[in-house]
């Protein structure tokens, strides 16, 4: 992190934090201006690093800090949360979530730190090529296929929803992926008919969300009811083979995150967050009840 750019005339700590505690007791949110001050010169590397976490524990309370780093991210700080990951500026008013790549040295920063913190991630495939340490070795390296074969595709482990009569596409998703959220909204926006395939990109609790969802009596129903932040109620166990399989399929295609688009007549790929016009094009139709 940068602090050339900021005042040289320094508060002492005690009188920055209660400034910001003040300001959030008062009301419930920070301004810039007193993020400004609470963050502004710090003595050292170290100070800085305490400035930005107490920030932090002030606003999100309920997150625990695991790691905080502001070093080597262009004026932003990483932080990690258990095994969850985002960043924030270095006034700490700005959180990001999000993929941070860069750009020159084409990595991708935040597959590698999530790979690290969780060795078993699909993303791992995508990582292993920037990621560093034995973790990383054991990966190999896996490029986005432009094509896949979707006969491969097991019929389980899928849930069916959308317009009946429209265009099938086939989604990878993991349903704590806030891309995917909104993503639904755009398929339903494009009238197509959707065979989503969950993946476990941000570990164990997506995979027992997914789980969730495909052993409950609707699993369309839960599906959204899990993007809606309303996690579907336990079910008896059930044979969840075909969220395996979607897994390995995943990364033998190198698909490194969540979205991916792949389309049902010809195994075509589009990866990430599109709108309803782009995946109306990517169809190549005008879908009966498309908005």
Not at 80 to 103: C, H, N, P, Q
Not at 108 to 128: H, M, Y
Not at 180 to 200: D, F, H, Q, W
């Amino acid at each position: 992190m940068n602090f050339s750019n900021f005042k040289t005339e320094v508060r002492s700590f005690k009188s920055r934090a209660a400034a910001i505690t003040l300001a959030v007791a008062s009301g419930g949110m920070v301004s810039g201006l007193v993020a400004a001050s609470f963050i502004s010169a710090p003595a050292n590397a170290t100070a800085a690093l305490q400035d930005v976490r107490t920030a932090i524990e002030l606003r999100l309370p309920k997150t625990p800090i695991t790691s905080l780093t502001c070093k080597g991210f262009g004026g932003l700080c990483e932080v990690v949360s258990e095994k969850t990951l985002f960043y924030i500026d270095e006034r700490a008013r700005y959180l990001f979530v999000g993929r941070l790549y860069d750009m020159e040295s084409r990595a991708d920063l935040t597959a590698a730190k999530l790979l690290e913190l969780n060795p078993q991630l699909l993303v791992a495939g995508a990582a292993g090529a920037n990621a560093r340490g034995p973790t990383a070795a054991r990966q190999p390296a896996g490029k986005l296929a432009s094509k896949v074969p979707v006969a491969d595709l097991m019929p389980s482990g899928a849930v069916h929803w959308g317009a009946k009569s429209g265009p099938k596409l086939i989604v990878f998703s993991d349903l704590n992926c806030s891309y995917c959220k909104r993503l639904t909204v755009e398929l339903k926006k494009a009238g197509v008919r959707v065979e989503e395939r969950p993946v476990s990109i941000f570990g164990e609790k997506s995979r027992k969300l997914a789980e969730a969802v495909i052993c409950s009596r609707d699993p369309a129903k839960a599906l959204h009811q899990a993007y809606s932040g309303d996690a579907p109620k336990p079910q008896n166990s059930c044979d969840t083979s075909g969220l395996d399989a979607n897994e390995a399929f995943a990364r033998s295609h190198g698909f490194s995150g969540t979205p991916v688009m792949v389309r049902a007549s010809d195994g075509a790929v589009l990866e990430g967050y599109r709108g309803a016009a782009e995946i109306r094009a990517f169809l190549g139709s005008n879908p009966k009840g498309a908005k």
